[in-house]
C-alpha cells in the first residue's frame, strides 16, 4: 500500500480512524489548528494536542456556487460544532441544494482522495458528512 | 464643546464607473470638494489621513502631489473595510490631542469590474506534495476545507444567526427582503453605483453567488471616493455662522477589534467586536439606539445587515428578524437603515466606505440630502466592518 499524506497537519490519518487534532491551551483550554505562537485568549504558550470528536451538528453553511477559478462547484462550506471545538469544514457526500443541506444537521468526519503524487504518495482530504 | 471634532466639510463622488478617473483623481475630487465644503484649503490643513487597499500605496502623498504639498503629517491607512472609518479616525485623533487644527480624511477606491476579492485562484497542485504554512497545508484549502470568499464567509455569518436564534422561515427569501429594501432605498440616491428598484423575483432568480446570497445581494463593486474635514470645537467657535450651522459634530468615534471568542479563528465573529463598538460609542454620545433618527450600517451582503440590527443593538438581543419583518428598518420606520441604497447598491468601493456613510449620514443632518432627506434627521450612525477584523462606528449630531 502506498503512503498518505494529508490535507493538512491537523488531520490525522495513521493513528486509528482518521480525526482532527487540535492545539488546546494548556491555562485557559482555547482551541488552534495551527501552528500557534501563544494563546490569543490568554497569552499562554504551552499546548497540548487533543483529539476532536469526529461527530459534529452543522452550525452554520453556504452553498458556494462562484469561487475563483480552478474550484469546482457548487460545494457546500460550513462550520462544525464538534463536542465545543468549531471545525471549518466542506459539507461533502451530500447534494449540493438547501433540501438537502440544513443547518443544525448531524454530520460525521469523512476524508477522500485527492490524488496521488509522483513519489506514490496519495493526499487524503477531509469533510463532514451527514450521519444518519 | 471645545474638546469636541466636528466634521467641517464633507464630500463623496458618484459611485459607478469613472473609467476615465484614476484613483488620486476620485481622491482629488473628494478633497478639493470638502475642502471647499468646509471653506478651507490645503493649506490650513494639519494632518491627512489616507485610506486606499487597491492603489499600490502611497496615496496620502500622491494625493498632496495633485492638490498641495504643505509638508503636514500623512497616514496612510490599511484596515480592510473599515479603512474609511480608520482614516477619519485618525484625523479626529489627531485634533482631538491637539496636533491639528484641521484635519482631512480621504478614502478612495477603484474596483469597478473587480470579480470575487479574497480567495485568488486556486493555483495547480504541486508534482509532489509538500507541506507548507500554518496549516501544513499541501494543497490550496479554499474549496476544499470551507470557503475564502466574502459571499460564503458572510452568508454563513448570516446563516449562523438563524441557527442560534431557532429561525423557521425560509433563510433565502428573509435575506432576498433585506436586499430589496436597500435596492429600493438607492432609487431616490443619484450617487448610487445602482438607482433601479428590483422586485423580489428579480433578487431571487438572479445568479447565485452563495447560497443565501445572489448577485443583487453582495455589494457591488465600483469606482468612487468621500472625504472629509473635521475641526475642533474651539476652532469651529471662530468661523462663521453659516460654517457653525452646517457643521456636524462627531458625538462618538469608535474602533474595536475581534477580541478572542471560541470559533472565532474558524469562522470570523463580526458580531462582537460590532457590539463593543456600538455599546463604547453611545456612551460616548450619550445617546442610545431609540435616538437613531437613521442608521447606515455595513451591508456588504444581505446577510450581514440582518446580524447587525442586532450588534448595534437596533433591536432586542435576538430580535433581527422580527425587527426587519416589522418595518423599521425602511425608509417610512421607526429606524431607516440604509436610506443610500447600502452597500449592496449605493456600491461598496472599498476604503472610501466609511466616509461615504458619514457623508450620507451628515448630508441628513444638514437637511440637504434631497428625495431621500429622512425629514428632522438630528442623530444618526455609520458603522463599516472590516474583515480581520476592525469595526468603526460613528454617531453624528447635527449642530444645536
Known amino acids: 500500500m502506498s503512503s498518505q499524506i494529508p490535507i493538512v497537519d491537523y488531520l490525522v490519518l495513521d493513528d486509528g480512524a482518521p480525526h482532527l487534532v487540535s492545539h488546546e491551551c494548556t491555562s485557559c483550554g482555547a482551541h488552534y489548528f495551527d501552528r500557534r505562537n501563544a494563546c490569543a485568549n490568554c497569552t499562554g504558550t504551552e499546548f497540548r494536542a487533543v483529539d476532536v470528536p469526529t461527530e459534529g451538528v452543522l452550525r452554520t453553511f453556504t452553498i458556494v456556487s462562484f ?48 490524488g496521488t503524487d509522483e513519489a506514490g504518495t496519495e493526499a487524503m482530504g477531509f469533510g463532514f458528512e451527514p450521519a444518519a | 464643546m471645545s474638546d469636541d471634532v466636528w466634521i467641517l466639510g464633507i464630500h463623496m463622488t458618484k459611485f459607478g464607473k469613472h473609467p476615465d478617473k484614476d484613483s488620486v483623481d476620485l481622491a482629488a475630487e473628494a478633497a478639493l470638494a470638502a475642502l471647499a465644503d468646509a471653506g478651507k484649503s490645503m493649506k490650513d490643513i494639519g494632518i491627512l489621513a489616507a485610506g486606499n487597499l487597491l492603489g499600490g500605496g502611497g496615496m496620502g502623498q500622491q494625493l498632496q502631489k495633485q492638490i498641495g504639498q504643505t509638508g503636514i503629517p500623512v497616514y496612510n491607512v490599511s484596515n480592510a473595510c473599515a479603512t474609511g472609518a480608520t482614516a477619519l479616525r485618525t484625523a479626529v485623533m489627531a485634533v482631538k490631542a491637539g496636533e491639528a487644527d484641521y484635519g482631512l480624511a480621504v478614502g478612495v477606491e477603484k474596483l469597478a469590474g473587480a470579480g470575487l476579492l479574497a480567495g485568488g485562484s486556486r493555483k495547480a497542485d504541486s508534482d509532489t506534495w509538500t507541506p507548507s504554512g500554518r496549516y501544513g497545508a499541501i494543497a490550496a484549502v479554499d474549496g476544499r476545507i470551507g470557503t475564502e470568499t466574502m ?13 442560534e436564534h431557532q429561525y423557521g422561515g425560509a433563510p433565502f427569501e428573509l435575506f432576498a427582503r433585506i436586499s430589496e429594501k436597500n435596492h429600493a432605498h438607492s432609487t431616490l440616491n443619484p450617487l448610487a453605483a445602482y438607482t433601479k428598484r428590483m422586485s423580489l423575483d428579480e433578487i431571487m432568480n438572479d445568479v447565485m453567488i452563495a447560497y443565501p446570497n445572489t ?26 455662522q453659516e460654517q457653525q450651522k452646517r457643521a456636524v459634530r462627531i458625538a462618538a468615534s469608535v474602533l474595536t477589534t475581534d477580541p478572542w471568542e471560541e470559533a472565532c479563528q474558524i469562522l470570523p465573529n463580526v458580531n462582537t467586536l460590532t457590539r463593543n463598538a456600538a455599546k463604547q460609542a453611545y456612551e460616548q454620545a450619550g445617546v442610545g439606539p431609540e435616538d437613531l433618527d437613521l442608521v447606515e450600517l455595513h451591508d456588504c451582503f444581505a446577510t450581514a445587515e440582518l446580524v447587525h440590527y442586532d450588534n448595534l443593538m437596533l433591536c432586542e438581543e435576538g430580535g433581527a428578524v422580527d425587527f426587519f419583518e416589522s418595518g423599521a428598518t425602511w425608509r417610512d420606520g421607526t429606524t431607516p437603515v440604509n436610506v443610500s441604497g447600502g452597500l449592496e447598491s449605493k456600491g ?53
Open chain 1, 67 to 114: 469561487a475563483a477559478p480552478g474550484i469546482p462547484v457548487p460545494f457546500v462550506a460550513g462550520v462544525v460544532d464538534c463536542g465545543g471545538t468549531s471545525v471549518r469544514a466542506n459539507v461533502i457526500n451530500v447534494d449540493a441544494d438547501p433540501e438537502h443541506v440544513t443547518l443544525g444537521m448531524k454530520v460525521r468526519l469523512a476524508t477522500y482522495s485527492l
Open chain 2, 151 to 163: 459571499p460564503g464567509v458572510f452568508a454563513q455569518i448570516g446563516q449562523e444567526y438563524l441557527y
Open chain 2, 348 to 400: 461598496h468601493p472599498i476604503a472610501a466606505t466609511g466616509i461615504a456613510n458619514v457623508w450620507e449620514v451628515a448630508t441628513h443632518l444638514r437637511g440637504e440630502a434631497g428625495d431621500r432627506q429622512i425629514e428632522g434627521a438630528r442623530v444618526g450612525l455609520a458603522h463599516v466592518i472590516g474583515l480581520g477584523s476592525a469595526c468603526g462606528v460613528h454617531i453624528l449630531e447635527k449642530a444645536a
Open chain 2, 215 to 240: 448577485r443583487p445581494m453582495c455589494s457591488a463593486n465600483c469606482d468612487g471616493a468621500a472625504a472629509a474635514v473635521v475641526v475642533s470645537g474651539s476652532v469651529l467657535k471662530t468661523l462663521s
